[in-house]
C-alpha cells in the first residue's frame, strides 16, 4: 500500500528533476518553494504513520518549516532578482539535458547507497533514504553546475531539504530544538546571501560567480 | 480465436481517423472557429486515394515502399495494442518489444523515403525525426517497464488487464509518473506541440511533415491514415495505464477505452491550442525529461 509518505516523496523527486532542467530563474525558485512546501508537511504523514497523536511539536515543526520555505524564501530571492536587476535565465555550465541524464546517475547512485545504508530503526518508507540523498545530491550538483550567485542559493536550499527529509524520514525523534536550529541556520544562510548577492552586484554589476576571481583591493 | 479479440482491431481500423478529426476540432473551437466536421480526415483520405500519383524522376523503388511499408508496420503495431482493459487481437509476453520496434520500423521507411527523394529539407527533417525517436524511445520503453513491473505482466495486453483501480491503490504515484511520461511520448511520436507542429509547412520548422512533403495522392492517404493509426495505439496505451476501469468484459472495457481515447484526444488539442511549441534545442530536454520521469516511476514501483 502506498502511504502518503510515498507520495509526497515522488513529488520531491520530480521537483529534482525539475529544477535540474528548468532555465529561468523565477520558476526554479518557485519549483524549489513546492518542494519546501511538500517537505514540510513530511513531518505530519510521518506522524501519521506511526500512528501515534499528532503532537505540538510536529505542528509548530510544519508551520514553521512551510512558512518559511514555502513564504519567506521565495519573497527574500525574489526581491534580490529584482535589487540586483539579474537577467532571468539561468546559464548553466552544464547543459538542461545533461543535467537530466546526470540527474537520473544521481537518482541511481542515491538508490545503491540508500538501500544498503544500516540505520538505527526501519525508516517511515524504504523510498525515504535514497530520496532524500537524491535530493541532497542534486542540491551539491545544482551548486557547482550554475553560473548565477542566486541559483547557488537555490542549491543549497535543495541541498538542506535533503537533509530535512533524511532527518524526518529516517532518524525520526530529532529534538525539536535541532530541527529549528537548522531552519533557523537555513534562513540566515538565505538572507545573508540575499545581501551578499546584493553587494557582489553593486561591486561588479553582475553576479557570475566564475567571474569572481580577482580581488579588489 | 476468440471474436471479442477483434474488437480493438476493428475500432482503430474504423475510428482511428476520427481522432484526428476531434484533435483538430478541439482546436477549432478554443481557437473560436467552427472547425472543419469530425469526418474531414476520412473524406481527405478518400479525396487522395482518388487522385493519381506523381513520382520525381530521381526517386527509386524505396520512395514508393515507404508508405505502404510503414502503415504496414503500424498496422501490425496496432494489432498487439489493447483498447483500455479489452485485450489486444495479439499478445505474447515481450510483445511490447515488438510494438517498440515496430513503430521504429515504421520511422525507418518513413526516413528511407525521405532520403530518396534527394531534397535538403527531407534530410534535415528526417535528421531530426530520427533524433527525437532516439530520445523518445527509451521514454516509452521504461515507461511501459514500469507499468509491467507494477502489474507483473509481460504482453501489452496482461500489462493493461492489470492496471485496475487495485494497481492504482498499490503504486499510485508511479503509475501517474509512467502516464504522465507516456503522454509526453504520445505528442513526440505523433508530431504534436510542444516538439512538432502538424499544421507547419514552413520547411526551415517542420520535422515530421516535411518528410512526406513529395508524397502525393494514394501515398499521402496512406501517410495520413498510418499517423492516425499511431496516435490511435500510443493514445490506447495512455488510456490503459490512466484510466482503471477493468469491467473483465470485452465490450464495456472496450467502450470505456474508445471513450478514454476521445478525451485524451480533446486534451491533445487543448495542449495544441494553449502551448506554443518548444525550441528546437529544448526539445531534447522535453524527451529526456519524459525519460527521467519513466525511470522514477520504474523505480517507484513495489517500494
Not at chain 1, 545530491?137 to 548565477?148: A, E, N, Q
Not at chain 2, 501517410?223 to 482503471?244: D, I
Amino acid at each position: 500500500m502506498t502511504s502518503g509518505a510515498d507520495a509526497v516523496l515522488a513529488g520531491v523527486a520530480v521537483t529534482n528533476f525539475w529544477l535540474l532542467g528548468a532555465s529561468r530563474l523565477g520558476h526554479s525558485i518557485r519549483v524549489t518553494a513546492a518542494q519546501g512546501i511538500l517537505l514540510g508537511f513530511l513531518p505530519l504523514l510521518a506522524a501519521g504513520a506511526d500512528g501515534g497523536a499528532l503532537s505540538l511539536r510536529v505542528l509548530a515543526l510544519v508551520a514553521a518549516s512551510v512558512l518559511l520555505k514555502g513564504l519567506l524564501f521565495p519573497r527574500l530571492l525574489f526581491r534580490g532578482i529584482r535589487e540586483a536587476s539579474i537577467r532571468r535565465e539561468i546559464e548553466p555550465y552544464v547543459g538542461f539535458t545533461t543535467s537530466l541524464v546526470l540527474g537520473l546517475v544521481l537518482l541511481a547512485v542515491s538508490l545503491g547507497i540508500g538501500t544498503r545504508l544500516p540505520l538505527p530503526h526501519r525508516p517511515v518508507s524504504t523510498l525515504a533514504v535514497p530520496i532524500a540523498l537524491f535530493t541532497m545530491l542534486s542540491g551539491l550538483f545544482l551548486i557547482v553546475s550554475r553560473r548565477k550567485a542566486l541559483t547557488q542559493v537555490l542549491g543549497y536550499l535543495v541541498l538542506e531539504d535533503g537533509i530535512y527529509a533524511f532527518g524526518v524520514l529516517a532518524v525520526g525523534e530529532i529534538p525539536l530544538l535541532v530541527e529549528f536550529g537548522v531552519l533557523l541556520d537555513a534562513f540566515v544562510a538565505v538572507f545573508a546571501m540575499g545581501i551578499a548577492i546584493h553587494r557582489i552586484h553593486r561591486e561588479f554589476d553582475h553576479i557570475d560567480a566564475d567571474r569572481l576571481k580577482v580581488l579588489r583591493g | 480465436m476468440d471474436p471479442a479479440r477483434l474488437l480493438p482491431l476493428a475500432f482503430a481500423l474504423g475510428l482511428a481517423p476520427l481522432l484526428l478529426g476531434v484533435v483538430n476540432r478541439t482546436k477549432a473551437i478554443v481557437a473560436g472557429r467552427r472547425g472543419a466536421p469530425f469526418t474531414q480526415p476520412y473524406r481527405d483520405i478518400g479525396k487522395l486515394l482518388r487522385k493519381g500519383a506523381v513520382y520525381s524522376g530521381t526517386t527509386t523503388w524505396l520512395f514508393r515502399a515507404g508508405p505502404v511499408g510503414g502503415l504496414a508496420a503500424t498496422l501490425a503495431a496496432v494489432t498487439l495494442t489493447p483498447l483500455g482493459g479489452a485485450p489486444a487481437t495479439v499478445s505474447f509476453p515481450g510483445d511490447l518489444v515488438l510494438f517498440a520496434g515496430l513503430l521504429a520500423l515504421a520511422r525507418f521507411l518513413t526516413v528511407l523515403a525521405a532520403l530518396d527523394t534527394g531534397s535538403a529539407f527531407e534530410g534535415m527533417g528526417a535528421s531530426r525525426e530520427v533524433q527525437f525517436s532516439a530520445l523518445a524511445e527509451p521514454a516509452l520503453l521504461v515507461a511501459l517497464a514500469a507499468l509491467a513491473r507494477a502489474t507483473g505482466g509481460l504482453s501489452l495486453t496482461d500489462i493493461a488487464g492489470g492496471l485496475g483501480a487495485a494497481a492504482w491503490a498499490e503504486s499510485g504515484p508511479s503509475l501517474l509518473l509512467a502516464a504522465l511520461a507516456l503522454g509526453a511520448v504520445l505528442l513526440a511520436e505523433n508530431a504534436r506541440i510542444p516538439v512538432d507542429d502538424p499544421n507547419t509547412h514552413l520547411e526551415l520548422t517542420m520535422v515530421h511533415e516535411v518528410m512526406v512533403l513529395d508524397h502525393g495522392g494514394p501515398d499521402l492517404a496512406l501517410v495520413l491514415y498510418g499517423s492516425a493509426l499511431k496516435l490511435w495505439a500510443f493514445g490506447a496505451l495512455l488510456v490503459a495505464a490512466a484510466l482503471p476501469v477493468r469491467t473483465g468484459s470485452a465490450l464495456p472495457d472496450a467502450a470505456a477505452g474508445v471513450g478514454g481515447l476521445f478525451a485524451s484526444a480533446v486534451l491533445v488539442g487543448v495542449v495544441e491550442s494553449t502551448m506554443a511549441r518548444l525550441r528546437l534545442v529544448r526539445v531534447p530536454q522535453f524527451l529526456v525529461g519524459a525519460g527521467a520521469l519513466a525511470a522514477l516511476a520504474f523505480v517507484l514501483v513495489g517500494k
